[in-house]
């Protein structure tokens, strides 16, 4: 035992006199530097490009939806926050004439985001086929209702960015789904505007599709989410006071269509007390001993 020689280096007589201080040698070095304090929710402070906020579901430069319906993302889902129901577009066919949401054959009826659940692992992410999910930079997803916290299809959906089409509408001719896909589609075509024009004449998304097949307007690019702005103590108040983020999900414009509709008295209460209750009913069973559930029409 004499011959054992530590691999650490046997400090002097001054540094373990100052053993027992040396720790708070970070706290001094900290004392004396300028604090970093953020000023939220006052002054926002950019967060970095894949942060992992609130999802969006995506859609096509033509204005159909990427989703498809294949509650893949429900199935790899770990926290069994995610309930998707699928529905077939010949039904939507039918009904319109020729229209249809996204596509292929199906679309996703009803899609809902358990938030009071998700842990923003990102992994319905990666198992998404059609990069029709993705997440963004918004982190303010409190409220003060635990129903409120299951976000609905419309909450989640992007906007029709301008120049695109909203749906129902006809695919571009002479493609398919797997041109879709490839991003063979870059913008409306002439066929699809005269179809809506048809169909919806008073439809606000006409004119600035118009101007793109006319090509006065360039190309849509993909709806990107932003930050909101800096809130006054007042503003966010008054937003905590209207339910924490109704009416102000996406980036639609102040006073636009989706905006408005948003805003509309009882409008996300209807469309919760339609389709709510089945994520909602699985939240007040996170208290109990169950070790999982499972989500009605196969979503898992």
Same mark, same amino acid.
């Given at each position: 035992m004499s011959d054992y020689q530590p691999l650490r280096p046997t400090k002097g007589p001054l540094g373990k006199l100052l053993a027992p201080v040396a720790g708070f040698g970070v706290t001094l070095g900290s004392m004396f530097r300028p604090t970093v304090t953020e000023q939220y929710p006052f002054e926002k402070v950019p967060t970095p490009r894949r942060y992992h906020g609130r999802h969006q579901l995506n859609r096509y430069a033509d204005g159909l939806e990427k989703c498809i319906g294949c509650e893949l993302c429900a199935w790899a889902c770990p926290a069994d926050a995610i309930y998707v129901e699928g529905a077939d577009n010949a039904d939507v066919l039918a009904e319109t004439g020729g229209g249809q949401v996204s596509p292929g054959e199906r679309y996703g009826r009803v899609y809902q985001i358990n938030y009071?659940?998700?842990?923003?692992? %990102?992994?319905?992410?990666?198992?998404?086929?059609?990069?029709a999910l993705t997440m963004s930079n918004d *982190?303010?997803?409190?409220? /003060?209702?635990?129903?409120?916290?299951? *976000?609905?299809?419309?909450?989640?959906?992007?906007?029709?960015?301008?120049?695109t089409l909203a749906t129902p509408h006809p695919m571009v001719e002479g493609t398919?789904?797997?041109? *879709?896909?490839?991003?063979?589609?870059? +913008? /409306?075509?002439?066929?699809?505007?005269?179809?809506?024009?048809?169909?919806?004449p008073d439809d606000p998304t006409l004119e600035a599709a118009t101007a793109v097949v006319q090509g006065s307007r360039p190309a849509p690019q993909p709806t990107v989410h932003t930050l909101r702005p800096p809130a006054t103590k007042a503003t966010a108040t008054r937003e905590a006071a209207r339910g924490g983020h109704a009416g102000d999900r996406t980036t639609d414009a102040p006073g636009g269509p989706l905006s408005a509709a948003l805003d509309a008295p009882g409008s996300t209460a209807r469309a919760r007390?339609?389709?709510?209750?089945?994520?909602? +009913? %699985?939240?007040?069973?996170?208290?109990?001993?169950?070790?999982?559930?499972?989500?009605?029409? %196969?979503a898992r």
């Open positions: 009071l659940r998700c842990i923003f692992c %990102g992994l319905c992410v990666e198992a998404c086929p059609t990069r *982190y303010e997803l409190a409220g /003060p209702t635990r129903a409120g916290m299951i *976000y609905e299809k419309q909450d989640l959906l992007a906007p029709p960015a301008e120049g398919t789904d797997t041109d *879709y896909y490839q991003g063979s589609v870059t +913008a /409306p075509t002439a066929e699809q505007v005269d179809w809506v024009r048809e169909h919806r007390a339609t389709v709510g209750p089945r994520l909602a +009913a %699985g939240s007040a069973r996170e208290g109990s001993t169950e070790t999982g559930s499972t989500h009605e029409g %196969g």
